[in-house]
């Protein structure tokens, strides 16, 4: 997944984190929808637009972009296509601009053409590595911030974020979306990890939460269907039968096991996470030394 979509499923699902970026109330986003703007004329497409509620002509439109590679002309693109929407829309609103970069060093120098843009209010460029620890941001900009994390700190940054969704997020839905957001940004982050390792990163009861666990519980469906439909709809036998599916994953679960344990993972924790026993955990442990 690009990093880019990444943070439009971020603003989609929850809006104000991009009102949190720009050092504005989060309570703005219940004035806007966030979209993608096509201009089919010029085929040519705005993925980070917020619009502002019809009633609102006061509001600036905001268009985002995130830049996490150095590109030249970059700005000229930028500032071309919001001034082609400019012109073809009926919107009368005002308009800025939002730049997500990971940090300056990503940013280019050929800016001698935009300067009075770039040094206006109309263009706010945000580094992500400079809105400051982790562990002193809100939820929201922690899980945006996870995005530029080094691989060896992924996991413990995600497990205190997942830790931190439970303790705040009340609302199932919504804890099941930024569960899946952090997810979706550990797989990013850690594309030589396995499912199973990933899994392993939640608790039992948020793995219940993500996208991983519902893929397994609709595959489960799935397979009750074409075993027998009066059997399969049955929910007992679904969920028996997917606890049974999750069982029968014990062997790919054990061949993730030396790589948890070289992650950091304590024996503990990779029992609890796969759901395996303490004693199959320690003799997948045992295994890899013998093996040494």
Known sequence: MKTDTIFYSLFEAFPQIFFELIDSSPSEAQNYQFSSVEIKQ?????????????????????????QFQVDSRFYSRFFAQIFLYLDKTELENDWRGVVIYPSRRVETLSIQRYRELLLSERVTRIYLDELGEISQLSLGLATVKLVTVDEESAIAVGRELVTRSRQQIQDDNQLREILQLIETILIYKLPRSSRQEIEAMFSLSDLKQTKVYQEALEEGREEGREEGREEGERKGREEGRLEGRLEGRNAAKIESVPRLLALGLTIEQIAAALDLTLEQVTQAASNQSENL
């Open 42 to 66: 010029l085929a040519f497409r705005l993925d980070g637009v917020f619009l502002p509620n019809a009633d609102l002509p006061e509001k600036p439109i905001y268009f985002a972009e995130v």
